[in-house]
């Protein structure tokens, strides 16, 4: 179950609690920011996806980690998809 409240996002089960829904500067698409264990920003796509490779956590700020089919911590837990994947404009942010 997934609601959107003014910008805000409560994503359940699992965990995400409620965490700023922001728009992508290029494509306009509805994305969450998120920070790796190494301590990196990453964007991801806001709407829950069944394929998508990582997890997020309800910790402030969000925080990510690959999904692990294998981990029962990550079972039932919704996944999101990076969002460079599904924006058409991702070639134009890339680093050179």
Known sequence: ?????????????????C???????SCNASVIWAKTRKE????????????GKFIVSSTEPPECE???EG????ANRYR???HWGSCPQAENWKRK
């Open 66 to 68: 690959t999904f692990d």
């Open 40 to 51: 990196k920003w990453m964007v991801l796509d806001a709407a829950p996806n069944g394929r």
């Open 1 to 17: 179950m997934k609601s959107t409240i003014e910008g805000f996002a409560a994503v359940t089960p699992g965990g995400v609690g």
């Open 19 to 25: 965490m700023q829904i922001r728009r992508c500067r």
């Open 80 to 82: 999101f998809a990076a």
């Open 71 to 74: 981990n029962m911590l990550h």
